[in-house]
T-cell receptor, first 112, second 110 residues
Framework: KAGVTQTPRYLIKTRGQQVTLSCSPISGHRSVSWYQQTPGQGLQFLFEYFSETQRNKGNFPGRFSGRQFSNSRSEMNVSTLELGDSALYLC???????????FGSGTRLTVV | EDQVTQSPEALRLQEGESSSLNCSYTVSGLRGLFWYRQDPGKGPEFLFT???AGEEKEKERLKATLTKKESFLHITAPKPEDSATYLC???????????FGSGTKLNVKP
């Protein structure tokens, strides 16, 4: 079966701009989570969506937001980009039956 | 407070030199413990799920074990291609939250 698909793979944006990242989960998975990964901080949890509702949220500013559609696809948006937002953004989906995550390949965001 | 601690942060081994990575955790109600392998610039790749103390899983040169407080990832006779960062995560029964450790970066020299 197809894995978790994240688009785009790479992005370069300028400070102050906004960006939208997309994630298509494994078919049948209704839970989608987003993580930010940087060399110094490791994996930092952003938020989780389940059946179009935000179920859990990490400690990130309001500039980071997300949503989930009825087909379980998810998007995350970062507004007013800062240099420190440069990171690998990972999406993970799960079936909510205790089977753990399957991760996508990530979107590498560089803010200049 | 729910948390996951991995040790060591980095490990350098010679090819064939077996060792173990540690993941200690505190969580109020363990739903599952997960091991992932991550190569640079890529998403974590699932390795194992463990659900209860005493459980063991094996895959090629890797073997994961679980107790009530920690998990070990044993690497037997590693090869250079085993070089990666190994991540441990626990899922709590409460709200299905996941908690990740900071990882162990393994480097296997030929």
């Amino acid at each position: 079966k197809a894995g978790v698909t994240q688009t785009p793979r790479y992005l370069i944006k300028t400070r102050g701009q906004q960006v939208t990242l997309s994630c298509s989960p494994i078919s049948g998975h209704r839970s989608v989570s987003w993580y930010q990964q940087t060399p110094g901080q490791g994996l930092q949890f952003l938020f989780e969506y389940f059946s179009e509702t935000q179920r859990n949220k990490g400690n990130f500013p309001g500039r980071f937001s997300g949503r989930q559609f009825s087909n379980s696809r998810s998007e995350m948006n970062v507004s007013t980009l800062e240099l420190g937002d440069s990171a690998l953004y990972l999406c993970a989906s799960s079936s909510n039956d205790g089977g753990g995550y399957t991760f996508g390949s990530g979107t590498r965001l560089t803010v200049v | 407070e729910d948390q996951v601690t991995q040790s060591p942060e980095a490990l350098r081994l010679q090819e064939g030199e077996s060792s173990s990575l540690n993941c200690s955790y505190t969580v109020s109600g363990l739903r599952g413990l997960f091991w992932y392998r991550q190569d640079p610039g890529k998403g974590p790749e699932f390795l194992f799920t463990l659900y209860s103390a005493g459980e063991e899983k094996e895959k090629e040169r890797l073997k994961a074990t679980l107790t009530k407080k920690e998990s070990f990832l044993h690497i037997t006779a590693p090869k250079p291609e085993d070089s990666a960062t190994y991540l441990c995560a626990v899922q709590a029964r409460n709200f299905n939250k996941f908690y990740f450790g900071s990882g162990t970066k393994l480097n296997v020299k030929p």
